[in-house]
């Protein structure tokens, strides 16, 4: 692991100029390439969505309200960016520490049909335990992505399906607020400052 | 001081043995632990190219899942998919990574859930140099990549 971090910092440079080209480009391509998408997510307090937790506990945006909340949106049965992401989310939060314990974090199936509360909670015992995920039915989730305005899409695959979704990591202050984006090639440097930020 | 010792001793994870075939060497081939077999398996893995012809992945085959293929990770406008990648260059002087958030394979169909600790062979398919057989170690579902002494990249 220590060894993948200083990979990763020797990397840093060229993937963080990268990364800033890509989350430019994301950024003047949400207002001109996507028409609907040019938009932030709303504060927490604007969104609406019922959703369960892995424990089976019911979840509305309200309840977000208060402590600074990260939101990230993926399934189980995805093999590379979700366990990477969430990885990463873990690793965030042993570096923070007792810091973390006052954060909502989240993650939001974007495959309700197959994540159901009891494999979220399978899955989620291999992360972060502060990690909670959400899952309901269809039209709920879609509410939730709108909030967020963040997309996921079926797509069949090899008589099997996959799901494409938005990638990046959703950042909120306490208020509901939305800070910001820890964008899924940016530098991941970046991502502790970024969260610190909805600390204070 | 023990843990450079323990370093030193301790026989080499799987992932950490280097496979060549041809100019091209093949290192840290590692996958994460599934629950059950129902969801796909991953893979990833380095291939360096030391000669002075490029060459390219074009196929992997394991007997751990039925439909193994090569998928590209790609981010456009925040959303991420997962193409099928036909072919993964592999340039004359060059290393290519099969690593999280961009090309890796994708093991589809598992024989048998993946625990952390297993090893399973994987057939790697070069348009010039032709095949290797590697062993792949499984990591845990949280890994992000083998710790390797020589990984010095």
């Keep these: 692991m220590r060894t993948r971090r200083a990979v990763i910092l020797g990397l840093g440079g060229t993937a963080g100029a990268l990364a800033f080209t890509l989350g430019l480009g994301w950024w003047k391509s949400r207002n001109s390439a996507q028409p609907g998408a040019g938009l932030l997510p709303l504060p927490v307090a604007d969104m609406s969505f019922n959703l369960s937790n892995h424990r089976g506990n019911p979840v509305q945006p309200a309840d977000w309200i208060g402590r600074p909340t990260m939101v990230f949106f993926g399934f189980t049965w995805c093999p590379d960016v979700c366990p990477t992401t969430l990885s990463d989310i873990s690793d965030w939060l042993a570096d923070l520490g007792p810091e973390a314990d006052r954060l909502n974090v989240a993650l939001i199936s974007v495959d309700p049909e197959r994540d159901t509360p009891t494999v979220l909670a399978e899955y989620l015992s291999n992360f972060d335990r502060r990690i909670v995920g959400l899952t309901g039915q269809l039209p709920e989730v879609e509410k939730a992505a709108a909030g967020f305005r963040a997309k996921f899409e079926k797509l069949p695959r090899d008589g099997d399906y996959t ?3 938005t990638a990046g990591v959703f950042l909120f202050h306490a208020d509901g607020r939305f800070a910001s984006i820890i964008d899924f090639h940016e530098d991941r440097r970046f991502a502790l400052p970024k969260i610190r930020r909805i600390l204070t | ?3 450079t010792l ?13 496979f060549t075939v041809g100019d091209l060497s093949v290192e840290h081939a590692w996958s994460r632990a599934t629950i059950g077999a129902d969801r796909p398996g991953v893979f990833y893995v380095e291939v360096t190219n030391a000669g002075t012809t490029d060459d390219a992945l074009i196929g992997i085959a394991t007997p751990a899942a039925g439909m193994p293929m090569l998928h590209e990770t790609v981010v456009t406008n925040g959303i991420a998919s997962m193409p099928h990648a036909m072919s993964i260059p592999v340039p004359a002087g060059q290393s290519v990574k099969l690593a999280p958030g961009g090309y890796h394979g ?4 598992l024989t048998t859930a993946l625990n952390e600790g297993d090893s399973f062979p994987v057939t790697l398919t070069f348009e010039k140099a032709g095949e290797v057989t590697v062993n792949v170690e499984v990591l845990s579902l949280r890994a992000e990549g083998p710790d390797c002494e020589h990984a010095g990249q």
């Design chain 1, 163 to 165: 799901m494409n979704h």
């Design chain 2, 1 to 3: 001081m023990l843990s």
């Design chain 2, 6 to 18: 323990l370093t030193l001793t301790a026989p080499a994870a799987f992932a950490c043995e280097i």
């Design chain 2, 106 to 109: 994708m093991l589809t169909g």
